[in-house]
Every structure is written in structure tokens, then in C-alpha cells.
């Protein structure tokens, strides 16, 4: 049985269509038939029904999905087993992290990680904490960085930094020249919020006594948005101090700590406790904790 098999099952199971499944896998509809076909030869079952224009699993279909998504992991872990037996790291680094901490933190490190191992694909599953760590848990991710806490008896979590959250105004909002402010204070402004995270956790906790007078105009998905339109003077927003260094060093923006709240996010390197680590992840471990340390050291004798 070829591996594509399943690799198109589970596209189709995931979508619903064989044709979607043939155009995320930049294969004809024909192609995609044929492959399931040979799939339901092989196991003397059919796989799906057709309901109108869409596709529904049988029951032959519904289980072997779990088996097939064993049987693809498996073949990935052979492969960097087998490519664990090289001298230097090669194959893949799969790891888990949301967008801002790939755009903000992550970038150098990879930076160095591939100078030393260029002969090793880094794969990066962007999503948010949660997400990171059921992907983890099924074996889909070597490793992450979360957001802690991280509550999961089968990971081995090190807290790798801590970052205090503040408020990010433009340059010209009138707060800009403030020392610190109250949250009495930032609950005036017009505000710009994600949709959804830790950050936009900590925002309704404590502003949840001023929602009389909250004025949200904004709720967006990713912080470089929030960022541009909070440059652009279209209301403020709390956000990690180290996600908008750039905008501060420009002058386009402020950053100005909160006085009556200690808000802070700190971020922790997980992966798998009852398991090895393929040796490119267990590099990448390594070095994310030896820069860990450096920076304590340093800000220690500081």
C-alpha cells in the first residue's frame, strides 16, 4: 500500500470533497478516484458514500481514519529515525508555536539553529497554545513554546521567558507622554483587542469592572495588525513588550506599564516526556536553552 493513499484519505476526510482533497494535494479528481479505489481494493470495503456533492465516511471509512493517521506518523518517525543515524542533525524539526512568538522571538534562533544544521527542515505549526500542545500530545510536533501555565501530566516543560504585557499607544496619543497609567485610565481609550488568547484573556480579567465604559473598535487576529493600526493612532492596546520593540525604536509608537496590574506572560519549551527526541529536536532543544541561559547570566551580572 503506498503511503499517498492515506495521505489522500485523510485529505478527503478533512475536507469533505475528493475534488478539494485533488487541489490541496495538486492532484487530478481522477488521480485522487483512482488512489481511493486501490484503498478500498486493498481492504475489500468502500470507504466513502456520496451525499449530494459532498462525501460521508462509511463505517469501513470511519475506521480506518485513526489507523491511517497512525500509519503516517509511524513512516515519519522511521524516517528520522533512520536519519537520527547521520553524524550531524538531519531531516525535519517539527515545532509548535503561535504567530507572534514565530515573528518576534523565534526568528534569530532559527537564524542560528539552521546555520548549524543546514541539513535540517524546520517545519513550524502555527497555532495557538493549546492547539501547540494537543499536537505535541498526538505526536504531530516534536516540540513547542507556549504559553504558561501548561497543564499535562505527559510534557516535560522549562520556562524559557518572561515578558511583561503594557500599553502600546501611538506616538502622538496624548497617554504617550505618561510614565505609567491606571486601567481606569487605558479603559477611556478607544481599544484595539485580539480576537482570541492569552493576552485577550488578561484584558477581559481585568477590565471586566470597566465594561460600562469600554470602547472596543477593533478585535483582530493577528498582532502585527493591531500593532499598524495602533501606530496609526486608531486607539491603543496591551500587548507583550518584546512584540513591539521596532515601533518604539521608530518613535511611531509608546510603550507605557500599567500601574494597578501586574501583567505579565511568560513562555515555556514543551515536548513529550515519555518520549526520545529525534535528534534535530533534541539539538534545537539544546540550543534554545543554552541561549536561555546566556541571557540569564547576563542580565544577572547586570
Known amino acids: 500500500m503506498d503511503f499517498d493513499y492515506l495521505t489522500t484519505f485523510l485529505e478527503i476526510v478533512k475536507l469533505g470533497s475528493f475534488s478539494r482533497a485533488g487541489q490541496k494535494l495538486f492532484r487530478s479528481q481522477p488521480a485522487v478516484s483512482a488512489?481511493?479505489?486501490?484503498?478500498?481494493?486493498?481492504?475489500?470495503q468502500k470507504l466513502f458514500d456520496r451525499v449530494g456533492k459532498?462525501?460521508?465516511?462509511?463505517?469501513?471509512?470511519?475506521?480506518?481514519?485513526?489507523?491511517?493517521?497512525?500509519l503516517l506518523t509511524l513512516k515519519e518517525e522511521s524516517l528520522r529515525a533512520v536519519a537520527d543515524l547521520s553524524v550531524s542533525p538531519?531531516?525535519?524539526?517539527?515545532?509548535?508555536?503561535?504567530?507572534?512568538?514565530?515573528?518576534?522571538?523565534?526568528?534569530?534562533l532559527f537564524a542560528e539553529y539552521h546555520r548549524r544544521y543546514p541539513g535540517v527542515q524546520i517545519n513550524i505549526y502555527r497555532n495557538f497554545s493549546r492547539k501547540v500542545i494537543e499536537k505535541i500530545e498526538d505526536g504531530s510536533v516534536d516540540v513547542g513554546i507556549v504559553t504558561l501555565p501548561a497543564k499535562s501530566p505527559s510534557l516535560r516543560i522549562h520556562p524559557i521567558f518572561h515578558d511583561r504585557l503594557m500599553l502600546m499607544v501611538s506616538a502622538g496619543n496624548p497617554l504617550a507622554k505618561s510614565k505609567s497609567v491606571t486601567l481606569s485610565e487605558v479603559a477611556d481609550q478607544p481599544?484595539?483587542?485580539?480576537?482570541?488568547?492569552?493576552?485577550?484573556?488578561?484584558?477581559?480579567?481585568?477590565f471586566r469592572p470597566y465594561r460600562g465604559k469600554l470602547k472596543i473598535t477593533?478585535?483582530?487576529?493577528?498582532?502585527?495588525?493591531?500593532?499598524?493600526?495602533?501606530?496609526?493612532?486608531?486607539?491603543?492596546?496591551?500587548?507583550?513588550?518584546s512584540f513591539a520593540k521596532d515601533e518604539v525604536r521608530n518613535g511611531e509608537a509608546k510603550l507605557i506599564p500599567i500601574s494597578d496590574a501586574d501583567l505579565t506572560r511568560e513562555l515555556g519549551l514543551v515536548y513529550r516526556r515519555d518520549r526520545t527526541l529525534p535528534r534535530a529536536a533534541a539539538a534545537f532543544v539544546t540550543l534554545l536553552r543554552q541561549q536561555v541561559e546566556n541571557r540569564n547570566d547576563a542580565s544577572r551580572k547586570h
Not at 35 to 44: D, S
Open 35 to 44: 488512489q481511493i479505489r486501490q484503498l478500498e481494493q486493498a481492504y475489500g
Open 54 to 70: 459532498s462525501v460521508k465516511l462509511t463505517a469501513a471509512g470511519e475506521a480506518l481514519v485513526t489507523y491511517a493517521k497512525r
Open 90 to 108: 538531519q531531516g525535519s524539526l517539527n515545532i509548535g508555536a503561535n504567530e507572534a512568538t514565530c515573528l518576534y522571538l523565534l526568528p534569530d
Open 191 to 206: 481599544q484595539i483587542v485580539p480576537k482570541t488568547g492569552y493576552t485577550r484573556q488578561l484584558f477581559d480579567k481585568h
Open 218 to 241: 477593533m478585535e483582530l487576529a493577528s498582532v502585527g495588525m493591531i500593532k499598524r493600526f495602533v501606530a496609526a493612532g486608531l486607539g491603543v492596546s496591551i500587548i507583550s513588550e
